[in-house]
């Protein structure tokens, strides 16, 4: 999958052929909000995310193993709605939950205290590595996964300004600054520094005598600080992709890059080829740029 603006493409390897497709990107937002620093960043992380499951509905679609009809409605929403769900249950719920256990070994205070936040910002790492390395190990999502290592190549292929081709996408790094892994670990990041600061004011000013409450209303006010930390995080990965190369910029794009190791792996040819089928449709008919495909089918 390649976006270009107002439209993205999507590449896919059948049995016995590849076959590529231009879409329009969904989307919900205004040219106003969509320029809106700091205010921009959650909106269009629930943009991707819905683009993405119609997406990969319609990967299935074409491999045959979906119905007829495409994920629309009630179907994209309940999905949405699931996805999202067990994500805060991962990032939000359980790391409190181990943190609330670690308090009574003495390694951590009160909720109210910094120490509480910090432990809880370890966990939702550890949680967030876990989690990608279990799926990592399960066949289909491997694939994914070089997939995405396939796109990244590409992407730097097209960035070198030179002909697109398979040769010289393979010679390029699976690992890329713009990324969503990237994104997820500045999430991570800014949210302990965030909390760290925040929930101990928030405690200050609300001190409920209930300890039930108090870790209720924490978690509560941790719901709420979701998006102004994603938009946040949004801005701060941009600025960074525009930095100049230097230390500076190095050890910064490091940790995010470090992670994509996990989320990318070396894709083969095969892969390669697919994502330049996208690159070309997302790109469209008329674009100048030369991007050199294997035979496809234009759906």
């Not at 289909?140 to 997939?147: C, D, G, K, P």
């Not at 995010?256 to 080829?273: A, I, Y």
Request: aromatic fraction near 8%; charged fraction near 20%.
């Amino acid at each position: 999958m390649m976006r270009n603006g107002t439209a993205y493409g999507l590449g896919a390897r059948l049995r016995n052929e590849v076959v590529g497709e231009r879409r329009l990107w969904s989307s919900f937002l205004s040219a106003r909000i969509r320029n809106m620093r700091f205010v921009r960043g959650f909106p269009v992380l629930m943009e991707t995310l819905i683009n993405g499951i119609k997406t990969l509905n319609r990967s299935a679609e074409l491999q045959g193993q979906a119905d007829d009809e495409p994920m629309e409605g009630w179907h994209l929403a309940l999905t949405l709605i699931v996805s999202i769900v067990f994500a805060l249950l991962l990032s939000l719920v359980l790391p409190h939950a181990l943190t609330w256990l670690v308090t009574f070994t003495g390694l951590a205070g009160d909720v109210s205290k910094v120490s509480f936040q910090i432990w809880d910002g370890l966990f939702k790492l550890l949680i967030l590595v876990a989690y990608i390395l279990i799926i990592g190990r399960v066949p289909e999502i491997r694939r994914v996964f070089q997939y995405h290592g396939a796109e990244h190549k590409t992407i730097h292929a097209f960035e070198t300004g030179k002909p697109v081709d398979v040769d010289l996408a393979a010679a390029q790094s699976r690992l890329h600054p713009r990324c969503g892994t990237t994104f997820l670990l500045f999430v991570v990041c800014v949210s302990v520094l965030s909390h760290a600061i925040l929930v101990p004011l928030l405690l200050h000013v609300w001190t409920p005598e209930s300890t039930l409450l108090k870790h209720a209303g924490t978690l509560v006010f941790k719901l709420l600080l979701i998006a102004p930390i994603a938009s946040l995080s949004y801005e701060i990965i941009h600025a960074v992709a525009r930095m100049k190369e230097g230390m500076c910029c190095r050890l910064l794009r490091a940790p995010g890059l470090l992670l994509q190791k996990l989320t990318t792996v070396e894709p083969d040819r095969e892969h390669l080829e697919v994502a330049l089928v996208a690159l070309k449709e997302a790109l469209g008919t008329d674009s100048p740029y030369v991007v050199k495909t294997v035979p496809y089918t234009r759906l």
